[in-house]
């Protein structure tokens, strides 16, 4: 049979099911009914398959399940209703040894990593080449999924088979970002540890010629040993406005202020309080809290990774010298946070092991089945694990191949029970650790796929006018923008105060304006109209002294044009957005209920087409009270609407919720025969 057609099939289905057809028949690529329910997300259809004994773990000529493709679809209707009796189908593998959950990330879907998470399923989760779900996200670049990782506490130091790390992959494909992020939690103990070819990240990226990444690892590591961090700041706007400021100071102390006490002391005072007050600003703003809506999810990991990393790795026994590591994790006898903490740390270095485990039976298949000895291989450091897991890989005999096929058989089935209820166990704990925390519409919303209701990374409920912000990897409360000068997002924490920073700061570059235009006229002037020509020709020349200080102020003055058109620019726009009661992220992205208000925005300066005297004034009162009580009236939000009327959609910034990991249908079909097909564009391939 052919489930193609999303519109028609389940009619289709149902009447050929109501006919007599199996109802779990493949069609030529091995894909049955089940498989294109879940795809098409007819829920119905896919409850009535279940209903009727259609299987869930069958899989196609890629031993891709219906799981696999309800994973692709986002269709978490379709994964409970599979998974629901047999959670263990969400560590199916297919051909390459990818499970829903790796694909997942390779589709940077990070809504279903989390419904799969709270399920009890391991964000360590390896494919046939050891590679991890933050490995992959790494490779291809998805900056939503490697900081939903990382807020799960994804391991950075973990290695594939080649030994290379998230870093080495980030580096290897010149996804600066990405490496950015790792750094920050702590993978710059990693920039110089080799994988099994000997290539560092730094490397790796030397050898791509990506010479920003270079720079950037050299200098996070000169940080890292000097101030104890990898960076100053997280971009070099904050830096470049801290030299500017400098700059400015420098040329008034030396130049501008000698020339003008004697006769305007009251000028030199005040310019240079007004610098220090922008400068005190700035510092507040940059430090402040914005309206973080939750608590910093994403933390660094230093203390999982040795001062040299490398030391316990082995590249020819990859996942063995990796596994002591993992069962010697000294977190297990941590009491500090808890009975019920302490609990969900055990479940999770219990996975950790089966993971690991997992991996050695493959290991131990592929070596089987290629006819390689497998003798010599060391499983130290496996106090407590069953023998007949480990002892296929103990010793090896061609006589003895068939009975350690059935050995492995045992071990890998043995193993599969035991981290099913493992995973089961976790799923609860996980899911009661976040309501005792008050997080229960949260995990609601994302039981019931609401996504579009929650931010999965940081693990709360989206509010009206909140954003997640990626360079940040938090939700604040009414974000206008993320701003790079001072390196904090602007929220409705601290938009008093930026405000009064760029003010500040406008003004202080007038008063430098006035400074100058007094020191021209006590010391330049009477310079250039003295009595004889001497004194303009010495004004004018090229040598040090006087003269070239004047040319020095002159480049200041050039230099600040620029700073004062960009802040009297910025000063003015915030000024407007303060009096209609809009932000900047709501101008650039028109989330739903912005064009709900704002319906005709064809023009430049659609957002003033509703101004009026007495709402400016209101809405500046607002503003510098933080009161949001006119939000829901100035957004036309009705008490019957649903909740997500005001709530920004997916599409709205950049499909950041991830994407249905679709392809356009395959060549020779006809067309409307196929609507979309399951991508395996990540598939065959020897690694990321």
């Not at 629901?84 to 593998?93: A, D, H, I, T």
């Not at 990240?201 to 791509?208: C, D, F, N, S, V």
């Not at 390689?372 to 023998?387: E, L, R, Y």
């Not at 938009?495 to 003004?507: E, G, K, N, T």
Request: proline share 4%; charged share 20%.
């Amino acid at each position: 049979m052919l489930y193609r057609d999303g519109v028609q099939a389940q009619d289709v289905v149902n009447e050929m099911i109501s006919t007599g057809y199996s109802i779990n028949a493949q069609d030529m690529d091995g894909n049955t009914a089940l498989h294109w329910a879940a795809w098409f997300k007819l829920d119905a259809l896919v409850q009535r398959l279940l209903e009727r004994g259609a299987r869930a773990d069958i899989g196609n000529s890629s031993k891709e399940t219906a799981v696999h493709w309800a994973a692709k679809s986002s269709n978490t209707h379709a994964l409970n209703l599979a998974t629901k009796n047999e959670r263990g189908l969400l560590s199916q593998r297919d051909v390459d040894g990818f499970t829903p959950f790796l694909i997942a990330a390779q589709n940077d879907n990070a809504p279903i990593l989390e419904w799969m998470y709270l399920k009890g399923v391991s964000v360590e989760e390896q494919d046939d080449w050891g590679r991890t779900g933050l490995q992959w996200a790494c490779y291809k670049g998805h900056r939503k999924t490697v900081q939903w990782l990382l807020s799960r506490q994804a391991d950075i130091a973990h290695r594939d088979h080649e030994g290379m790390t998230a870093i080495h992959w980030a580096a290897l494909k010149g996804h600066e970002q990405i490496a950015d992020m790792l750094i920050d939690v702590g993978a710059v103990y990693l920039l110089t540890s080799a994988d099994a070819a000997g290539d560092t990240p730094i490397t790796l990226a030397h050898r791509k010629k990506n010479r920003y990444l270079v720079c950037s690892f050299h200098k996070a590591r000169f940080l890292f040993w000097l101030i104890g961090r990898p960076y100053i700041s997280r971009n070099h706007f904050a830096n470049l406005y801290l030299c500017f400021s400098i700059y400015n100071l420098v040329v008034f102390l030396f130049i501008l202020a000698p020339n003008i006490w004697a006769t305007n002391p009251r000028v030199v005072v005040s310019w240079i309080s007004g610098m220090a007050l922008s400068l005190t600003i700035w510092v507040n703003a940059c430090l402040a809290n914005p309206g973080w809506m939750s608590n910093k999810t994403i933390v660094p990991q230093h203390s999982r990774i040795e001062r040299d990393p490398s030391r316990g790795f082995d590249a020819s026994q990859p996942v063995e010298s990796q596994m002591v590591n993992v069962l010697d994790d000294p977190s297990l006898d941590d009491e500090e946070e808890g009975v019920e903490q302490s609990e969900l740390a055990r479940l999770e270095s219990e996975q950790a092991k089966y993971n690991y485990q997992r991996q050695l039976i493959t290991e131990a298949r592929r070596r089987l089945d290629h006819g390689s000895a497998c003798c010599g291989v060391p499983v130290a450091g496996t106090g407590g694990t069953d023998p007949i897991e480990l002892q296929p890989l103990m010793n090896y005999s061609t006589d003895q191949s068939s009975a350690q096929q059935a050995q492995l058989q045992r071990a890998s089935f043995h193993l599969g029970e035991k981290a099913k209820a493992n995973g089961e166990l976790l799923g609860r704990e996980r899911t009661e650790h976040l309501l005792n925390y008050g997080c229960g519409e949260y995990v609601t919303a994302v039981e019931r796929g609401e996504f579009k209701q929650v931010c999965v990374v940081c693990r709360t409920k989206r509010e009206m006018r909140s954003h997640h912000c990626k360079e940040c990897g938090r939700c604040v409360h009414r974000l206008d923008h993320h701003c790079p000068w001072i390196d904090n997002c602007v929220g409705l924490g601290n938009q008093r105060m930026f405000y009064c920073f760029i003010v500040s700061l406008f003004c202080t570059i007038l008063g430098f304006y006035y400074a100058v235009w007094v020191y021209a006229v006590n010391a330049v002037l009477p310079v250039l109209i003295g009595d004889d020509d001497a004194h303009l020709w010495s004004a004018m020349s090229w040598r040090f002294g006087p003269e070239l200080s004047q040319l020095v102020v002159l480049a200041t003055l050039a230099f600040n044009l620029i700073w004062m058109l960009f802040v009297g620019a910025l000063v003015l726009r915030h000024t407007v957005y303060m009096m209609v009661n809009v932000t900047t992220y709501e101008v650039l992205v028109r989330p739903p209920h912005v064009v709900r208000r704002f319906p005709k925005n064809s023009n430049r300066f659609w957002f003033i087409s509703d101004f009026s005297p007495f709402k400016a004034i209101r809405n500046c009162f607002a503003y510098w009270t933080l009161d949001t009580e006119h939000d829901p009236g100035d957004f036309l939000v009705q008490p019957n609407l649903p909740a997500d009327s005001f709530v920004v959609t997916s599409e709205d910034f950049g499909n950041e919720q991830g994407d249905s990991g679709g392809s356009a249908a395959p060549s020779g079909s006809s067309k409307g025969q196929y609507l979309l097909l399951p991508s395996n564009g990540m598939k065959k391939v020897a690694g990321p």
